[in-house]
C-alpha cells in the first residue's frame, strides 16, 4: 500500500470492541484511520491540534498556540483532541492541564513557562558517572553502561511546574478532551500512542504504519518518553501494547508529526503544528554555501526523520481531499479541514537562525565569552538548527515564541477567523507569503 492509501478518513465509522486500557489487541490494518474509534462527544467538528517533537523549539509551537487557540474558541471549534510528540507532548499535556482557564489565559500560562525555562530544568550533565561507567565496562569487567549522555532528573520535577496531573485528568474527563502522547518502543521498534479520554480507547495496532495505540492514565514517565532523545537521554521503560514492558525513547524517531493518530482518534479537523515548513523546496531553489560539513549531514538526517513524512502525510490527506469532493456524496473518503502552521519554506530553518540572532545580539562579558562559539555558528547556518533543539536560553526562547505567533497571524483571515482549507494545496499554502496583522507582544 502507498503512502496515498495510509493517511485519509473514510465517510463510515467501523465499530470495534470495547476493552480497558491492556486487554486483547485488534488489528486495524488497512481500513483506514477513524474506523476502529467510537466516535463520541457532540456531533459537529472534531478539531486535533497535532503538536510535532521540537525540543527547545517547542517554544515557537507555544507561540503558535496562544494565536490560534483562542481564535479557534471565539469560533466555537476548540480543540478536543490534542496530540504530540517529544515537545509537542509537552505542550499538549500543558494545554490539556490549563483548558479549565479559557484558551487565551492558558496560552499566558504556557508562554511564561517556556519563558522561564532553562537548561538546569531540563538536564544536567553526570560525565563523572558516565566516564566511570565506561571505565568499568572496558576495564573492571563490569557490565553496566551510560543509558544516556544525560541526566533528565530535573525535567521531571520542570513538567510539574507546567501540568497539574490532578488536573490534568480531571478536565480531560469532565470536559471531554482525549490526550495523546506519542513515544517509539525499542524492542519492536513501532509506535505507541498512550491515550487518556473520558470513553473507554480499544487496545488496537495499525500494521500498516506500524503504530499501536493504548487507552492509559498519561503520567509524567509517558511525557518523558516521547522526549527521550537516542543516546543522548536515557529511556524510559513504559508498559507497551498488548501490555508488554518496553524501553521507550522520543516518538520523534518513527512518527514526529502524528497527522494519521489524529484521524484514528477522531478528529474531522486537524490544526498541524511544527517548527519546520511543510513543503519541499522547489527545484533549482538552492543556497551559495560551502560543501556541507558533518552539521550540514546531521541537519539533512533531521529533516528526513522529523519533516519530510509530515509532508507525505499533508500531501496525502491533500490528495484524499481532492478525491471525496471529486467524487462528491459517493466518496469513500470525507473532507478534512486543515490548518498549517509552521515557517514557509522562504528560509532554509528561520527558528534555528534565531540562535545566530541571539549569540549576534550578545553584549558586554557574555558576548566575549559566547564569541567562539558565535563565530563557530556563523559558519555554517545549519550549525545553529541543530542547537536550537537543545539551547534553551531565555533570549532564545523568546524570540521563537514571537516568531510562532507572526507565523499563526498567517492562518487567521483579515476578520481574525481561522482560515481552514480543503482543496488547496499544502505547499502552496505552506509557502504562502501574506503579510500578517501585528500580533500583541505576550
Known sequence: MGVNDQVGAPAEDRSAERVGPVGPVERVGPVGPVGPVERVGPVGPVVAVVLAGAGARGAYEAGVLSVLLPALEAEGTAPQIFIGTSA???????????????????????????????????????????????????????????????????????LGRLIDWRRLHENLRTRDLTLGVVVTACSTRRT????????????????????????????????????????????????????????????????NTPVKPALTLGANRVVVVATSSAAYAPTGKGFQQP???????????????????????????????????????????????????????????????????????????????????????????????????????????????????????????????PDWHTSESVASVASAHRTPEATEGR
Not at 566516564?131 to 544516556?148: F, H
Request: proline share 8%; charged share 25%; hydrophobic share 40%.
Open 88 to 158: 509537542g507532548a509537552i505542550n499538549a499535556a500543558g494545554f490539556c492541564a490549563l483548558s479549565h482557564l479559557g484558551a487565551r489565559d492558558a496560552s499566558d500560562q504556557v508562554l511564561r513557562f517556556w519563558r522561564e525555562i532553562g537548561v538546569r530544568d531540563v538536564l544536567r550533565v553526570p560525565l563523572r558517572g558516565v566516564l566511570t561507567a565506561i571505565w568499568r565496562r572496558s576495564y573492571g569487567g563490569r557490565q553496566d553502561r551510560p543509558s544516556g549522555l544525560v541526566d533528565t532528573g530535573p525535567l521531571a520535577a520542570t
Open 192 to 255: 505507541s500512542v498512550f491515550v487518556e479520554r473520558r470513553t473507554p480507547v480499544p487496545t488496537m495496532s495499525d500494521d500498516e504504519r506500524a503504530i499501536d495505540y493504548l487507552g492509559t492514565t498519561v503520567r509524567v514517565d509517558h511525557v518523558m518518553a516521547s522526549s527521550a532523545l537516542p543516546a543522548l537521554f536515557p529511556p524510559i521503560e513504559l508498559r507497551h501494547p498488548p501490555g508488554n514492558l518496553d524501553w521507550s525513547l522520543d516518538g520523534g524517531i518513527r512518527l
Open 291 to 417: 560543501p556541507p560539513g558533518i552539521a550540514g549531514g546531521v541537519a539533512q538526517l533531521l529533516h528526513a526523520l522529523l519533516v519530510d513524512r509530515m509532508i507525505e502525510d499533508l500531501r496525502t490527506l491533500e490528495t484524499k481531499n481532492r478525491r471525496a469532493t471529486e467524487e462528491g456524496a459517493g466518496s469513500a473518503y470525507q473532507v478534512i479541514p486543515w490548518i498549517f502552521a509552521g515557517p514557509s519554506i522562504s528560509d532554509p530553518d528561520p527558528v534555528g537562525q534565531l540562535v545566530g540572532d541571539v549569540f549576534a545580539d550578545m553584549t558586554g562579558l557574555a558576548r566575549i565569552v559566547a564569541r567562539p562559539l558565535g563565530r563557530w555558528l556563523s559558519r555554517d547556518p545549519q550549525r545553529g538548527e541543530i542547537l536550537s533543539y537543545l539551547f534553551f536560553h531565555p533570549a532564545f526562547l523568546d524570540r521563537a515564541i514571537r516568531l510562532g505567533r507572526a507565523d499563526a497571524a498567517r492562518c487567521l483571515n483579515p476578520d481574525r477567523t
